[in-house]
């Protein structure tokens, strides 16, 4: 069974430019959550999307926001980027909630912003 | 707020040997889970163990098992036997509401 799977792999931005990053599920998976990983702030929860909607959000500004599709795929978009947002952006798919059912974690995005 | 906390920024173990990590955490939660993950230099994050917190028995997965006190608010992993590849960045969790990270603790197995 093909794992989580993220796109891109790498990126580089400049400042106030926008992105979108991707995440594919594992088949079956309806929940997927995003984290942002930075050796400062460490790892953080972004949010968590369960059948297209909105299920828990973290405490990013609002330039930070996802969705989700019909087939699970989720997509993170961050606008005005700023030089901060330098991480390793995660992604994890669970077939149900992320605290009953395993979540599994993806490679992850490193998003370099200059 | 939620807070997780580990105090070992980086320990090492002799191969075969026990070691264990240390995590205490903060919830006003009654109902909540914990869990240890594993992120591998330069490979994917994976679990390790889960402990629902309503469960008095300490959760237990080959090698890895937990050291669940309630009370106390303290979640340590304990790793039997260490194997090279247990090499990693070990991330105590808390959930809630929402996942709450730990730091991490640097694990290096020596041969």
């Known amino acids: 069974k093909a794992g989580v799977t993220q796109t891109p792999r790498y990126l580089i931005k400049t400042r106030g430019q926008q992105v979108t990053l991707s995440c594919s599920p594992i088949s079956g998976h309806r929940s997927v959550s995003w984290y942002q990983q930075t050796p400062g702030q460490g790892l953080q929860f972004l949010f968590e999307y369960f059948s297209e909607t909105q299920r828990n959000k973290g405490n990013f500004p609002g330039r930070f926001s996802g969705r989700q599709f019909s087939n699970s795929r989720s997509e993170m978009n961050v606008s005005t980027l700023e030089l901060g947002d330098s991480a390793l952006y995660l992604c994890a798919s669970s077939r149900g909630q992320p605290s009953t059912d395993t979540q599994y974690f993806g490679p992850g995005t490193r998003l370099t912003v200059l | 707020a939620q807070t997780v906390t580990q105090s070992q920024p980086e320990m090492s173990v002799q191969e075969a040997e026990t070691v264990t990590l240390s995590c205490t955490y903060d919830t006003s939660e009654n109902n909540y889970y914990l869990f240890w993950y594993k992120q591998p230099p330069s490979r994917q994050m994976i679990l390790v163990i889960r402990?629902?917190?309503?469960?008095?028995q300490n959760a237990t997965e080959n090698r890895f098992s937990v050291n669940f006190q309630k009370a106390a608010k303290s979640f340590s992993l304990k790793i039997s036997d260490s194997q090279l590849g247990d090499t990693a960045m070990y991330f105590c969790a808390l959930e809630d509401q929402n996942f709450v990270f730990g730091p991490g603790t640097r694990l290096s197995v020596l041969p």
């Open positions: 402990q629902e917190a309503y469960k008095q």
